[in-house]
C-alpha cells in the first residue's frame, strides 16, 4: 500500500486535496494542528452481492447492507441519480414476470423503481452509468442492456427510459461511458451479444469493434468500467478467455495483468481500494472465490486479496463486482492520528539483519529477522511494507513489498531469511553501493512504526550470518545479585555460501562501548555445521566462568557491550553487536502481586468454532508497596509446557505509574491474552503463564501459574 503523507509544522493552515475518478472520493480539507500529524485516506467504493442481496463497501465506513424489495439479478457501477447525497447503487430485479431497474443507497429506508418497462437484462448482465449526451433524457443515465440481448437502454432518474442504440450484433453488458479515443467527447463501451468489446461512438451511430476484445463470460461478463490505469488514457478492465486479469484500450492494445489464469470470468471493478490515490484492478478469484485485487497496475502488479473487517468476501460470481460513485467529504483534525506507541518494530532495527545480494550472486533483497507487533492490546496490525531506495532514504525506490494479513498481534515470519524482496523489474542490484530499507507496520486505526536500516552490497553474499541477536533486548547484563552474568536471549548463526562450514562461534562482553574494557570471552568450538541456533533459554549464558578476571561482579546501572562473532572454516566472519545497561538491584519488597497466587486464576480456553482460543488470567491485584506509587508495567508470559518451554503467548502493557492495578473484564475475569497468530490451543497440553509486574525503578515481583485445558 502507498499512502500520500503530509507534514505540517506546529499551528500551520493547510488545505490538502487528492484527485479523484468517478470511482474515487475526493478529500478536500481545512486542517488546523498544533502539531505534526499524518493523514492516511482511504476512500475506494465496492458493490458486490452475498447470494443476491447487494452490499456497498466504503473504505472509509465500512460494509453497508442496503435495502432491497426484490432480489437482484444483475448489479452496476453506482451514480448519484435519485438519492442527492448518496451513491445510488442500481440493480435488476423481477417484478411480476418483468425485469426492473432499482435503485438503492447507504441508510435509504426503502429502494426506488426507476423502470416500469422496457423490460432489462437478467442474470449474466452488468449495467453501466454516465451522461450520454446523444440521449433525450437528463442527466447522468443507468445504462443497460434489454432483456432480448438486442438494444442498449438508458434510464433517467425519474424512470423514464430510451433505447440509446440496437447494435448489429447486440448487447449483452455495459462496461460504461468514457472519453476512450480522447477525442475530448464519450463513447459508450459495450459487450456484443458474442462476448466481444464494441464501442458506440459520440455520434450515436457509430460502433467501432475493439480488437483483442475477447471477453470470458462463464459466470458472468468480466468487464468493469473504463477508466484511466496510469497511462492517460482510459482502459477496459476484463478478464479475457484466459481468465487473465488485463486492461484494453479502444485500439486494442492489451496489457495482461496476471497470466496464471487467477481471475473467474465474472464482472470487474476500477477500485482505489486501498487509499494510495491509484486505481486497483478487483476482481473475484478463480480459485478461492475469495475478492483479490491487482496493486500497482503497471509496475509490480502484486496479486493481494481484500480483507473487509478481518475476513476475506466471497460474493456472488454471476453478479461480479461494480464500482461506487465515491463520496465527498470534509474533515478536521485537530491533533494528531498516529500514536506512535500503538505499533512497535522489534526487527529489523541492526544494519547486519538487512542484505542486498548483487546481481551475480542472487539479485536479492533479504532480511534476516522481522518481528512487528500490536503494542496497545487491540490485535489489530494488518500491514507491513518494505521499500528499498538506492543510497539514503531520499534515493531512488528499486524494490518493495507490501504483506497484508488479517488482524493480529504480531507478524514474524519464520523462514531464513525472513523475507525476501526482489528489486523492481529491471534492476539489477550493484555492488558496493548503499542501500537503505524501510519498514513500516501499520495497524487497522492507521497507527504505524518504521524502521530504517543500510547495507553496502558486497561483491557476494556473505559467507557467514550472523542473524540473532539482533536487537538489544536480546542481550541482558544481570548484576550481582541478579545472576552475576550476562543472558543472551537469541543466538543464530547460519552458513551462507552452502559449504555448511560454520565451526565457531564467539562471545566478548566490554564494559561501556566497543572499545571499553574487555570484562567477559566465550568461545564455542562446533564441528562443522550449516547453522548454530541453541534452542535453551536463555539461548547462551556468560558467567562468571567466562569472566576475564575472576573477581569481577557484574556492576549496577553500567552498560554493556556484547559482540558475537560467528567465523566459518575457511576463516569467513560475521559479527553482531547488542547492548544493555544493568539494572538496579531487586527491592522484592517494592512490588506486591496479591492476585494471581494459584493455578485456579489461570485458564487455557480450547477453541470452540469462532469463540475460545484465548488465556484468561482472573482476579489480577497488583500492588506498589513501597510507598511510591509507581507501578508501570505488566508483562504475561505463556509457554507450552514449564518456565523454558517454546513461548505462544506474550503481551507488555504499560500503565500511568500508580500505586495498584486490578482491571474487571468480566464476572472472573481479568486479563485476557491472544497467542501468537496461528497458534491453536491444544487439548491435554499444559500451559504455563509466568507474570512479571515492574515499577518505575526497575523493582519487579513474578507469578507462576500452570492449566492444563
Known sequence: MKRRTFILGGGALATLSLGATATNASLSDTVSLG?????????????????????????????????QSNDAQVIGDAIDIVSGSRPDVPYIGKERGDLNLYATWAEAGADQRLTTGPSLAGSGSRTGAGEWPQSSLDGPLVISADDNNSNIIGVAADGSAEVLASPGNGCSAVCGVADIDEDGNVELVFLDGSAQLRYLDDDGTTITKINNGSVGTNNGPGIGKPEDFGLGIPEIPHVDGSNNPALIDYQGNKRILNSNGVAAKSPVAPVDIDG?????????SANSGDIEYIDEVGSTNRRQTLFIDGSTVQPNQSLGLASGAGITYDVELSSPTND?????????????????????????FEVDAVDVRDDDSDADLIEVDYEIREGGTSGTVVGKETVDFAETNRYNPSGSPAETISPDAGY????DQLYTLTVTGTDANGNFDTSTVQNISGSGAPAVRVQ???????????????????EVQAVQVSDNDNDDDIVEVSYDVYEGGPGGTLVAQRTDTLSATDQYQPNNDPAVVVDSNSFTDSSYTVNEDTQYTLTVTGTDADGNIATSTVQDVSSTANN???????????????????????????????????????GDADLDEIVYEVREGGETGP????????IIQTDRYRPVKGNRTSETIQPDSGYTIKSGQQYTLTLIVRDADDNFATSVLQDTP
Open 588 to 626: 522484592p519488597n517494592a512490588v506486591r502481586i496479591n492476585k494471581p497466587t494459584s493455578d485456579q486464576n489461570f485458564t487455557a480456553v480450547l477453541p470452540q468454532g469462532n469463540r475460545g482460543n484465548v488465556f484468561e488470567i482472573g482476579r489480577l491485584d497488583l500492588r506498589d508497596d513501597d
Open 276 to 284: 494510495d490515490s491509484d486505481l486497483e484492478f478487483l476482481y473475484i
Open 340 to 364: 506512535p506507541s500503538a505499533v512497535l518494530i522489534d526487527k529489523p532495527v541492526q544494519d547486519q539483519t538487512f542484505t542486498a545480494v548483487p546481481d551475480s550472486q542472487g539479485n536479492v
Open 468 to 486: 540473532e541477536p539482533s536487537q538489544d533486548q536480546d542481550f541482558a547484563a544481570l548484576p550481582d545479585g541478579q545472576g552475576n552474568q550476562f
Open 35 to 67: 502539531a505534526d500529524f499524518r493523514a492516511i485516506v482511504g476512500s475506494g467504493e465496492l458493490v458486490y452481492a452475498i447470494n443476491s442481496d447487494v452490499r456497498l463497501y466504503q473504505t472509509t465506513s465500512g460494509v453497508y447492507s442496503l435495502p
Open 647 to 654: 513461548l505462544v503467548a506474550n503481551e507488555t502493557v504499560n
Open 428 to 431: 539489477s542490484i550493484q555492488t
